[in-house]
């Protein structure tokens, strides 16, 4: 993988910022999107991770006019796309036509591979890679096996991933949200339950995660923890508290309501908190610069 040719599909929020995190390990990468305006923006956003991070791009980035310029003779395809099925799906078949020797690798967050590739007349190279935001700096990549994706696919992805710097963790059975969206949103779930029963806050209940288990996960795993304090201490507590535990099988209704009334967070203003005028940006700073300490960039 040296020497190969990378492509990323989708110029957004995921995929300028995986092109920045191959660049910046050296490699050289075309980027499409289909919007011109958020293509020509890329430069721009690359240049300000230079900055922000310190880190200069050693590879180059270049800006592709189709997608069948940007896949061409590419051995790897990351497609950043949003998470739209047909979308996805019809990116398969473009990405096939143009170049039907290179592995289609998508980044979703919970779409299961094999329905991505449902279709495809090469579902052994279509392979999901879910990058975590952002992809310049978290270390983990999940990548995800669908039914017919081979072993081919799988080492040549996970070689790149590893010669970038990244650390590829492989998800052995295609299931929706994979293992760090399960467990995530496990805990989001949950933490909306408090919310709307009346438990707490949501400012509490933030303060409690950041303040407490937030601090140990770093270190130490939900399952290493749990062999550290003994399981027989799991068992007692989780034979206690599970059936108090919410098992809702959508979104709750504290996040129905406000989605309805539009108030959808720090896009409009006000959501679970109230978000004035720059409280975003502080909050991405924020998380930004504790995730660069955290890699110790």
């Not at 995929?15 to 980027?31: E, Q, T």
């Not at 590893?162 to 933490?191: S, W, Y």
Request: hydrophobic letters at 40%.
């Amino acid at each position: 993988m040296t020497n190969s040719r990378i492509a990323v599909l989708g110029a957004g929020l995921m995929g300028h910022g995986i092109a920045y995190a191959l660049a910046s390990a050296g490699k050289s990468v075309s980027i499409w999107d289909p919007e011109p305006d958020v293509l020509d923006g890329v430069p721009r956003r690359l240049e300000g991770h230079e900055c922000a991070l310190g880190r200069a791009m050693t590879g180059k980035v270049t800006l592709a006019s189709s997608l069948v310029e940007a896949v061409d003779e590419a051995s790897i395809v990351f497609e950043a796309a949003p998470e739209d099925l047909a979308l996805k799906r019809a990116l398969v078949d473009e990405v096939h036509k143009a170049n039907p020797r290179t592995v289609f690798a998508t980044n979703t967050s919970v779409l299961r591979i094999s329905e991505i590739a449902g279709g495809s007349p090469a579902p052994d190279y279509v392979i999901g890679t879910h990058w975590w935001n952002p992809p310049y700096l978290i270390p983990i990549v999940e990548v995800v096996r669908g039914d017919g994706t081979c072993d081919e696919s799988v080492n040549l992805t996970c070689e790149l991933l590893r010669d970038v710097g990244k650390t590829p963790v492989e998800v052995k059975k295609d299931v929706p949200g994979f293992i760090g969206n399960r467990m995530q949103f496990a805990l989001v779930r949950e933490a909306l339950n408090i919310v709307e029963e009346g438990i707490a806050t949501a400012d509490a209940v933030d303060k409690v995660a950041r303040g407490t288990f937030g601090l140990r996960w770093g270190a130490v795993g939900p399952l290493e923890n749990s062999d550290f304090i003994g399981l027989d201490l799991v068992k007692s507590i989780l034979d206690y508290l599970s059936p108090s535990l919410s098992a809702a099988h959508g979104s709750p209704a504290i996040v129905n309501r406000r989605v309805d009334r539009e108030e959808i967070g720090a896009k409009t203003g006000k959501g679970l908190f109230e978000w004035h005028r720059g409280h975003k940006e502080s909050v991405e700073e924020r998380l930004l610069s504790h995730l660069a300490a955290a890699v110790e960039l």
